[in-house]
């Protein structure tokens, strides 16, 4: 069983661009959804994807876009990049119908804006 | 709306010490609970879990027990391990859809 994945693993960026990230889900997963955290906090929830389809979103602006693919990969785009957006990026997969409601977490990308 | 409240850190225990983690949270109805785990360099990993009041949740020697009428999910270890040292996050979900985190305790264990 192949766990989640995401690439890059560190990534530097100017104010002002735009950056993707890429996530692969555990096998078997039809969700995944996105979190940013920042320097000594907790995730904080950006949106979730099912079947291609944004399924919920947390408090962030537009600028953060995403994406899911028929094998369930997907990616996070930030465009417009604000210091601010400084943090380390989860990705988690998990299977809508499951008993429970665990999410399996990728190592992260760690994006830096300066 | 929905949040998690943990204890503040960082925590530092001599090894074989007993831990206590407190983790709070307010939401509505009843959400499931969780630990996860974050050891450097790494991911969260679940730790453990309960999906309804009065459930505890247990692996590798961690507890933690659903308390509906303290809104609580402390986190429990009779003995703890140098290996045990890492970030522990309480975090709550309705469905799934949306997971509410603390902000994180920094464990660390001294030989």
């Known amino acids: 069983e192949t766990g989640v994945t995401q690439s890059p693993t560190h990534l530097i960026k100017t104010r002002g661009q735009q950056v993707t990230l890429r996530c692969s889900s555990q096998?078997?997963?039809?969700?995944v959804s996105w979190y940013q955290q920042a320097l000594g906090q907790g995730p904080q929830f950006i949106f979730q994807?099912?079947?291609?389809?944004?399924?919920g979103r947390g408090n962030f602006p537009p600028r953060f876009s995403g994406l899911q693919f028929p094998n369930y990969s997907s990616e996070l785009n930030v465009n417009a990049l604000e210091l601010d957006d400084s943090a380390l990026y989860l990705c988690?997969?998990?299977?809508?119908?499951?008993?429970?409601?665990?999410?399996?977490f990728g190592p992260g990308t760690r994006l830096t804006v300066t | 709306g929905d949040s998690v409240t943990q204890m503040e850190g960082p925590v530092t225990l001599s090894e074989e010490a007993f831990l206590t983690i407190n983790c709070t949270y307010t939401?509505?109805?009843?959400?499931?609970l969780f630990w996860y785990v974050q050891y450097p360099g790494e991911g969260l990993q679940l730790l453990l879990k309960?999906?309804?009041?009065?459930d505890k949740g247990s692996n590798k020697g961690f507890e933690a027990t659903y308390r509906k009428e303290t809104t609580s999910f402390h986190l429990e270890k009779g003995s703890v391990q140098v290996s045990d040292s890492a970030v522990y996050f309480c975090?709550?979900?309705?469905?799934?859809?949306?997971?509410?985190f603390g902000t994180g305790t920094s464990l660390t264990v001294i030989p």
């Open positions: 309960a999906t309804k009041a009065d």
């Open positions: 994807y099912y079947r291609e389809e944004e399924n």
């Open positions: 975090a709550l979900s309705h469905t799934g859809n949306q997971f509410y």
């Open positions: 988690a997969s998990s299977l809508v119908g499951a008993a429970s409601y665990e999410q399996y």
């Open positions: 096998s078997g997963h039809n969700t």
């Open positions: 939401a509505t109805g009843y959400p499931s």
